[in-house]
T-cell receptor, first 114, second 110 residues
Framework: DAMVIQNPRYQVTQFGKPVTLSCSQT?????MYWYQQKSSQAPKLLFH???????NEADTPDNFQSRRPNTSFCFLDIRSPGLGDAAMYLC?????????????FGPGTRLLVL | RKEVEQDPGPFNVPEGATVAFNCTYS??????FFWYRQDCRKEPKLLMS???SGNEDGRFTAQLNRASQYISLLIRDSKLSDSATYLC???????????FGKGTLLTVNP
C-alpha cells in the first residue's frame, strides 16, 4: 500500500549527539513536511520541501536541518539535541501543496534525549 | 490570539451520547478547513474536510461559519472507538501550510 514510512519509530540519543530521522513515501507526492509535536501540544511545522525547494519556518532553531535527496526520501537532522528536543517527529506529504489539499502523515518517530 | 483555538476539553461522555467540538481561527484569509483525529501516541489522520455548506459523514457532521471564523464537529451516537484527540486544522491562507489546534481529548465511556 502507498504510504508514508518513518524509521525508526523510537530513537534514543544522548544530549548533544547528532541524530538523523528518516522518512520515505511511496505516494510520489511533491511536498514533504517535518513537524515536531510535544505532549498535549499541536504539531508544529519545522520546514517543508516543495520538490527540491527547501522552506524553513522562521522560528525553527538552527539546530534542525533537513535533506531531501530524491522525491521519496526526506531526512531530519538534529545537530546537537537538547533535552527540550524530546518529542514526536512527524513526517507528512501532500501531492502538490495546493490550498485544498490535506496532508498524509507517517507514524512518527518518538525521540528521547538522555 | 492564537491562530487556531479549540475547546480545552477533556470531554468524557457515555456511549451513545452526542458531543460537539468548537474551533475558531484568526486568519480571515484561510480557505481550507479540516478535522483530524489523533489516537494516543499515533499520527494525526484526516477525519473529514469541512466545506462552507456543511458536510456529513455517517455520525460525523462538520460546519463552517466564515463570518464568525468558526468550525464545529458534531459526533452522534458516540462509540468507544471514537475516543481520541480531535484536531482542528486550518490552511493558513498560503499554500502548503496547515495550522493545527492543540486538540480536544474525547473519552467515550461504556
Amino acid at each position: 500500500d502507498a504510504m508514508v514510512i518513518q524509521n525508526p519509530r523510537y530513537q534514543v540519543t544522548q544530549f548533544g549527539k547528532p541524530v538523523t530521522l528518516s522518512c520515505s513515501q511511496t505516494l510520489n507526492h511533491n511536498v514533504m513536511y517535518w513537524y515536531q509535536q510535544k505532549s498535549s501540544q499541536a504539531p508544529k511545522l519545522l520546514f517543508h520541501y516543495y520538490d527540491k525547494d527547501f522552506n524553513n519556518e522562521a522560528d525553527t532553531p538552527d539546530n534542525f536541518q533537513s535533506r531531501r535527496p530524491n522525491t521519496s526520501f526526506c531526512f531530519l537532522d538534529i545537530r546537537s539535541p537538547g533535552l527540550g528536543d524530546a518529542a514526536m517527529y512527524l513526517c507528512a506529504t501532500s501531492p502538490r501543496g495546493t490550498i485544498q489539499e490535506t496532508q498524509y502523515f507517517g507514524p512518527g518517530t518518538r525521540l528521547l534525549v538522555l | 490570539r492564537k491562530e487556531v483555538e479549540q475547546d480545552p476539553g477533556p470531554f468524557n461522555v457515555p456511549e451513545g451520547a452526542t458531543v460537539a467540538f468548537n474551533c475558531t481561527y484568526s486568519n480571515s484569509a484561510s480557505q481550507s478547513f479540516f478535522w483530524y483525529r489523533q489516537d494516543c501516541r499515533k499520527e494525526p489522520k484526516l477525519l473529514m474536510s469541512v466545506y462552507s455548506s456543511g458536510n456529513e459523514d455517517g455520525r460525523f457532521t462538520a460546519q463552517l461559519n466564515r463570518a464568525s471564523q468558526y468550525i464545529s464537529l458534531l459526533i452522534r451516537d458516540s462509540k468507544l472507538s471514537d475516543s481520541a484527540t480531535y484536531l482542528c486544522v486550518v490552511n493558513s491562507g498560503s499554500n502548503y501550510k496547515l495550522t493545527f489546534g492543540k486538540g480536544t481529548l474525547l473519552t467515550v465511556n461504556p
